[in-house]
């Protein structure tokens, strides 16, 4: 789907463990975005990319990282998961001009026990 | 600190019928995205508003934007099943300078319209 994959698809882990979901586009974009999505709050930005190495917070950012060494993969890591962070993911690219727009990934469910 | 609001959360309706869903914003944005998803499924683009009175139409769908309100509007006419979904609304901060700071949505509408 317009060459954003997301991985895993589903995943379910333990409390206390970390957890990494790759975003991978094939675009050549500059922009990389990571949501959660939970009931009753719509979509929420966790950490967003402006390039290579070049990462900023978002609004929900406490307990993920991320890590952007390569313009086509965008890694979220939740460095030790906690059952708040059971979540639908969903990672997006974005493309700078006056006709920009946003895609996204088809998202990672994620399931911390 | 933007601020999305959209209502209504939750709508049902009749196939047939006409209905508006608003989407407020507290600060100034340079366009708004219109997305819609399915149970289980991602987003997929509906409409991308790029100036103060921006009227745009695909199908049954019509959404509107003015800016001076920050408000923006989809209509839904002669409403069918397949528009059941949830939709979102997501205006993009002026101050992002070229979109690379990320939306703000808005919780979602969610639509059922029944036979």
């Known amino acids: 789907d317009a060459g954003i994959t997301q991985s895993p698809r589903h995943k379910v882990t333990e409390t206390g463990t970390p957890v990494t979901l790759r975003c991978h586009q094939t675009?050549?974009?500059?922009?990389m975005y990571w949501y959660r999505q939970d009931p009753g709050h719509g979509l929420r930005l966790i950490h967003y990319s402006y390039g290579v190495k070049d990462t900023d917070k978002g609004e929900v950012s406490d307990g993920y990282s991320v890590s952007r060494s390569k313009t086509e993969d965008f890694l979220l890591t939740l460095e030790s998961a906690t059952s708040s962070q059971t979540s639908v993911y969903f990672c997006a690219i974005s493309w700078p001009g006056q006709a920009y727009g946003y895609t996204f990934g088809s998202g990672t469910r994620l399931t911390v026990v | 600190e933007l601020k999305v609001e959209q209502n209504p959360l939750f709508l049902s309706m009749q196939e047939g019928k006409n209905y508006t869903i608003y989407c407020n914003y507290s600060t100034t944005s340079d366009r708004l995205y219109w997305y819609r998803q399915d149970p289980g499924k991602s987003l997929e683009s509906l409409f991308v508003l790029l100036s103060n009175g921006a009227v745009k139409q695909e199908g049954r769908l019509m959404a509107s934007l003015d800016t001076k309100a920050r408000l923006s509007t989809l209509h839904i006419t002669a409403a069918v099943h397949d528009l059941s979904a949830t939709y979102f609304c997501?205006?993009?901060?002026?101050?992002?300078?070229?979109?690379?700071?990320?939306?703000?949505f808005g919780k979602g509408t969610h639509l059922i319209i029944q036979p």
């Open positions: 675009e050549n974009h500059r922009y």
């Open positions: 997501a205006p993009n901060p002026m101050y992002s300078g070229g979109g690379a700071d990320g939306l703000t």
